[in-house]
């Protein structure tokens, strides 16, 4: 049996993995053991890259100690809510769009915040990546108290890619980053936007930094204490993008 303590909805065993996958229900991540064959693995491995499902190799011990000894090599985390596709909703973005981007943010809680954050300061949508990121589980859902069923949370493969298809959409991409030439309060940030936020402890990766128009610090009274929580980080900018829009 799995462990009871484990904060997300595993399923394990080849055939239910399969079943899942194929009746398209969401799932965040596949776990495979190193070595596995066989049709419904490969029918799993394909099934899986057709619906950008992040899958990863792992030695068995590993999946013995997350789902037991009965996980016949796979094992899947189920998401607990669907995700929007990323296309439609930069095409269907009103004016003036705000999105958020996560760079790798980990912690489910920060995510379930910033969705929450994001839902009450007026964002159209949070994009994540697909891998190394919180992901909609059971524990983010519980963090956003609700936010995530009225708010797209898009899972994007490549992050990069995603960001320069909102810039060629005519958003200005503003990154945070607590060594940003520009302080936050003197962007613009009335016009269409994409705000940009850095993972716990790491920050923005240098690619993703690059695809920023601006790369913005947010002033400080004090000298911080180490950086800002990224959920906190995330709500002081958005707050500032509905100060600077309203009338």
């Known amino acids: 049996m799995p462990d009871k303590q484990t904060p997300d909805d595993l399923i394990w065993g ?3 993995v399969l079943e899942a996958l194929r009746a398209e229900r969401p799932l965040r991540r596949l776990l495979v053991a190193k070595g596995a064959r066989g049709p ?6 394909a099934r899986a890259r057709q619906a950008h499902i992040p899958y990863d190799l792992r030695d068995k011990a590993q999946l ?5 000894p009965r996980h016949q090599s796979v094992v899947a985390y189920a998401a607990a809510a669907s995700y929007a596709d990323f296309d439609h909703l930069l095409a269907h973005l009103p004016t003036p769009a705000l999105l958020l981007f996560l760079d790798q943010v980990q912690d489910p ?3 379930g915040a910033i969705i929450r954050s994001a839902h009450a300061l007026g964002a159209q949508g949070v ?3 697909a891998r190394e990121a919180a992901g909609l589980s059971p524990a983010a859902l519980k963090a956003a108290a609700g936010a995530a069923q009225h708010l797209p949370v898009c899972r994007v493969d490549n992050l990069q890619k995603a960001l320069q298809k909102a810039a060629a959409g005519g958003l200005f991409i503003a990154g945070l980053d607590a060594q940003g030439e520009q302080p936050l309060t003197a962007a613009d940030l009335a016009q269409p936007c994409a705000l940009v936020i850095g993972s716990e402890g790491k920050g923005l990766r240098r690619m993703v930094q690059k695809r920023c128009d601006a790369l913005l610090h947010i002033p400080m009274q004090r000298a911080a204490i180490g950086s800002l929580n990224a959920s906190v980080a995330a709500g002081i900018a958005l707050y500032e993008v509905l100060r600077q829009r309203q009338p």
């Open 14 to 16: 080849r055939h239910p």
């Open 64 to 68: 013995d100690r997350l789902a037991g």
């Open 127 to 129: 994009v994540v990546p």
């Open 40 to 45: 419904v693995i490969n029918e799993i491995f």
């Open 109 to 111: 809680h920060n995510l």
